[in-house]
C-alpha cells in the first residue's frame, strides 16, 4: 500500500514563505514524476508544480518565479518551496506521486493571511 504523507502548511503572512515536504512509503517500484496540486474553497483543484524523475519541472503560471519544486527520488520525497505567499494561494495542499499507479496524499493546509 503506498502512502503520501503531506508536511509543512500553516499560516503564515503575505510575503512569507513556507516549505511543504511529501514523503512517500510503501510498494513503489518507480516513479516517473511527483508534485503538488491546491484547492481552494470553491474551486477546482489546479496543478502547482510538477517534477520529473530527469528534473523537468512544470508550474503554474499563478506561481512561477515564487515557487521551487525539488525532489529526491531515492528518498521518495519531493518539497515546494513557496516564496511570497499572497492570500490567492490559500488551499489544501496536495502531494501527487505518478508511477505505475497515480497516488495522492491527504493534503496539508496553506493559510495566507494578515
Known amino acids: 500500500q503506498v502512502q503520501l504523507v503531506e508536511s509543512g502548511g500553516g499560516l503564515v503572512q503575505p510575503g512569507g514563505s513556507l516549505r511543504l515536504s511529501c514523503a512517500a512509503s510503501g510498494s513503489i517500484f518507480s516513479i516517473h514524476a511527483m508534485g503538488w496540486y491546491r484547492q481552494a474553497p470553491g474551486k477546482q483543484r489546479e496543478l502547482v508544480a510538477t517534477?520529473?524523475?530527469?528534473?523537468?519541472?512544470n508550474y503554474a503560471e499563478s506561481v512561477k518565479g515564487r515557487f521551487a519544486i525539488s525532489r529526491d527520488f531515492a528518498k521518495k520525497m519531493v518539497y515546494l518551496q513557496m516564496n511570497g505567499l499572497r492570500p490567492e494561494d490559500t488551499a489544501l495542499y496536495t502531494c501527487?506521486?505518478?508511477?505505475?499507479?497515480?497516488?495522492w496524499g491527504q493534503g496539508t493546509q496553506v493559510t495566507v493571511s494578515s
Open positions: 501527487y506521486l505518478g508511477g505505475l499507479n497515480d497516488y
Open positions: 517534477i520529473t524523475r530527469d528534473g523537468i519541472t
